[in-house]
Structures are given as structure tokens and as C-alpha cells.
């Protein structure tokens, strides 16, 4: 489909000019020779104007301000023969794509409309890749809980104040994170996540803070921290309630100061929107010493609190239908229905893994079945064997936790208490090795 152009100009030599190379070289092209006839022609189907900025029944500059209000995805490029360059600059403040000088030449005419077009896809693609982004990290529901929780997303996402974000595991936490980003003027800009507690105390500082090269033993490069990378956009800090108090520490001289100190010397600023996220008691943890009270509240500007499912029950019939039809275009399958009863099944259940453990069984019922109604027999045997995982995995993991404490205490001894060659003989990096040893209770000898 050609695309429309609309020339608004009372000299008849450049309507008839511009109109016949322009309908040459494609575009459909219309005329007004007034304010009045503009007003009328424009109906919002064309994608470029071109307007001149003196009409003989009124100001160019103002239909600029009404068309751009009424029909704001229309690209207006500016013509005049007298005006200056502030007529020029204010033209473009108040929304013109471009401002050509009078007498036109043909040749600029037709890039500054190729511009335009092309200006107008990429916002387009923009618009639509925006909508995409938001839609995968959509936070459904509809309940009362649910919508406070968006309610105060987007409030979030009108400032730049630190936020911190409380739920228990599998309520999506780095959903409303990625939200709040998307939503807010940073969205150009980076979103960058760390999990504290999958990163060990011996490398948080470096991952955060970045370092230099030979800063420590087995910094061979030089690395950029997390900050630096989130710079101009948002630091999403998961599970901050694993941070340690020396790490607790240098964060808060970061927001204090904002720059931040690379391991190894020297420093840098940044511009960085800290979003943090936990699912422990940190109230707790401060009365224990264990977090820091100044970083808690530099942290807790705005909270967010994102509820249970098991407290918002409402909204399963909601969560199964997406995350169905999800799967079900994953898989090129499909469409296929959940029946009453099996909808009051899943709405029985407690859920105690949140959304996330919703998503799973779902899937869990879907995957390696070939039907297009999920009945209740079909829920109660997903969700039989979700409840038998529950019930064994504490079992497993104490099992796994005590042949671990043996095996390594066994090769500690083998090799004389040799900490590096312990870390060699078990495939790990030494600090990982203590890491390990310390969430297993095992002490280890300081002289090592």
C-alpha cells in the first residue's frame, strides 16, 4: 500500500511541483491550498504532511500544534521561504519531523519524506516491540491484590527512586523489576540482574564492582562490574538478603556517593536505579546483625509487596489460560481447554512454590500428553507427582548434603589438609570450595 502525503501550501507552483514527482516516484499524493482545506483534508490517514508556515487564513505553526495533538503518528515537515532559525527550532520543539527552506529542491524534499517514513517503521517497530516485551513479562491477574501490586508498578515507574520488592519464591519478583524498567524512562538503557545469593561472598565485590587486572589472585583480565554495565539504566539486585555485611557495606557507599570503587583502583561514576528484591525477614536480620539498618532503609523507598498465590486464588483461571496458550504456540500445538472440574482442582491447591510452581505443573500436564481437554484426572496426577517431588526433595537434599560432607572431608584428609589441592582434586575453585564447606557446617583449618 502507497504510503500519503498531504502538501499544504497556497502557492499553486508548489503544489503542482511537488505533487507530480512525488505520485511518480509512489506516494498518493493530496493538496490544500489553506488552514480551512487542511483541516478538512486531514483525517489522519496520511503518514507525511508537508505544511507551510504561512497560510493566508492562519498560522502554519499552529495547525503543527493541532494536527500533532489530534494525529500524533503523522510525520509534519515544515516549509517557508521567510522564516529564521528560531522559527525553525521552535517548529521542530513542538513536533515537525524536519524544516525545509523555500526555494525547495526536489532532491532534499524526497529524502526528508524517505527519512520520515523510514523515522515513523522504526517507531512503529518500536511501539510494537515494546508491547512484545511487555506482554512476556506481563504480571496476570486481576485480583485486588494483583492490581495493587500494577498499580504501584507504574507508580514506580514514574520516578527513580530505590525500590525494594518482597515475595516469596515464585511470585515474580523480576517480573515487577523488569516491569518497573520497561515502564519507566530508563527503558532504552540497560536492565542488569545479579542473584546474591547464587554469586559467593569471595566474588560478589568483583561481579558488582568490577576490577582490574592482577587486582587479586586469578584476575587475569580486567572486568567491568554490574553497576558499570547497568549504567544510565537499572540494577536489579535478587535476594539481597544474601548479601554480606562487608559487600553490604561498599553498596551503600555507592549510593551515597555514586561512584563506585573498582577492586584493583581507581573509581567511576554512575547513574544506576537500584531495584532490590528478597524473600527473607530483613527486619529480622537487622535486629540479628546480619543486615545492615542505613542499607535497608537507602533500599526500602518504595516497597513493593507481591502476595501469594495461595492469597490470590481468583487469579489461577487467568495464570492456567496464559500460561496454556504460551506452551501451547511453544510447541505449535493447538489450542486446548481445561474443563470446569479440572479448574477446581487447580484451584484446590496451595501452591506453596507460587506462580512459578503453577507454570511447572501446568507444563508438567501438557508436555508428553496429546489432548485438547485437560480433564481433572490430568491435574490430580501432575499434581500428585509435584507433591511426591516436595515430599522427597528435603529427604534427597539432606542425603545429598551428608555424602557431600563425607567426600569432602575424606579428600581434605587424603591430601593433608591442603586446601588448594582439595579445591584441584574435586574440580572446584578454592573459594567455591569454602564456600561449599561453610553452607555444609564444615570448619576449615586457618592455617591451610
Not at 489530534?70 to 522564516?83: C, F, K, L, N, V
Request: glycine content about 8%; overall charge negative; hydrophobic content about 40%.
Amino acid at each position: 500500500m502507497s504510503k500519503r502525503i498531504l502538501i499544504v501550501d497556497d502557492e499553486p507552483n508548489i503544489l503542482k511541483s511537488l505533487s507530480g514527482p512525488l505520485g511518480r516516484e509512489g506516494y498518493t499524493v493530496e493538496t490544500a491550498a489553506d488552514f480551512a482545506d487542511a483541516v478538512g483534508a486531514n483525517d489522519g490517514s496520511f503518514d507525511v504532511l508537508l505544511l507551510d508556515v504561512w497560510l493566508p487564513d492562519g498560522d502554519g505553526v499552529k495547525l503543527l500544534q493541532q494536527f500533532k495533538k489530534d494525529y500524533p503518528d503523522q510525520a509534519i515537515i515544515m516549509m517557508s521561504g521567510h522564516s529564521t532559525i528560531g522559527t525553525a527550532v521552535s517548529a521542530v520543539k513542538l513536533g515537525a519531523f524536519d524544516f525545509l527552506e523555500k526555494p525547495l529542491s526536489l532532491e532534499k524534499v524526497l529524502v526528508t519524506i524517505e527519512n520520515a517514513i523510514h523515522f515513523l517503521s522504526l517507531k512503529k517497530e518500536n511501539v510494537e516491540l515494546r508491547k512484545a516485551v511487555e506482554k512476556k513479562y506481563e504480571l496476570i491477574g486481576a485480583s485486588d491484590a494483583i492490581r495493587d501490586v500494577q498499580s504501584r508498578i507504574q507508580s514506580a515507574a514514574t520516578s527513580n527512586a530505590r525500590i525494594l520488592i518482597r515475595g516469596e519464591s515464585g511470585t515474580g519478583k523480576e517480573i515487577v523489576a523488569r516491569l518497573i524498567h520497561i515502564k519507566s524512562n530508563r527503558s532504552r538503557m540497560p536492565f542488569v540482574a545479579i542473584n546474591c545469593a547464587a554469586v559467593p561472598d569471595e566474588l560478589i565485590e568483583s561481579e558488582l564492582f568490577g576490577h582490574r587486572k592482577g587486582a587479586f589472585t586469578g584476575a587475569v583480565n580486567a572486568r567491568v562490574g554490574r553497576f558499570e554495565k547497568a549504567d544510565g539504566g537499572t540494577l536489579f539486585l535478587d535476594e539481597i538478603g544474601d548479601m554480606n555485611l562487608r559487600t553490604q557495606a561498599k553498596l551503600l557507599r555507592v549510593i551515597e556517593d555514586g561512584e563506585v570503587e573498582i577492586l584493583g583502583g581507581g573509581s567511576v561514576s554512575v547513574d544506576v536505579r537500584i531495584i532490590s528484591a528478597t524473600n527473607r525477614n530483613l527486619e529480622g536480620m537487622i535486629a540479628d546483625e546480619k543486615f545492615r539498618e542505613d542499607l535497608f532503609f537507602r533500599l526500602n523507598v518504595y516497597p513493593i509487596d507481591i502476595p501469594p498465590l495461595r492469597f490470590r486464588k481468583d487469579d489461577i483461571p487467568l495464570l492456567v489460560e496464559h500460561f496454556v496458550s504460551n506452551i501451547c504456540s511453544e510447541y505449535g500445538r493447538k489450542d486446548i481447554n481445561t474443563s470446569k472440574d479440572a479448574m477446581k482442582s487447580l484451584m484446590k491447591f496451595d501452591y506453596p512454590g507460587n506462580v512459578r510452581e503453577l507454570a511447572n505443573l501446568v507444563e508438567r500436564i501438557l508436555i508428553g500428553n496429546d489432548f485438547s481437554n485437560i480433564s481433572a484426572d490430568d491435574v490430580k496426577d501432575a499434581q500428585g507427582a509435584s507433591i511426591r517431588i516436595r515430599s522427597t526433595s528435603t529427604k534427597l537434599k539432606e542425603a545429598t548434603e551428608e555424602f557431600e560432607s563425607e567426600f569432602i572431608q575424606r579428600v581434605i584428609k587424603e591430601v593433608g589438609g591442603n586446601m588448594t589441592d582439595a579445591a584441584a582434586r574435586l574440580g572446584l575453585e578454592r573459594s567455591h570450595l569454602y564456600k561449599k564447606m561453610s553452607a555444609l557446617g564444615l570448619k576449615r583449618d586457618q592455617n591451610h
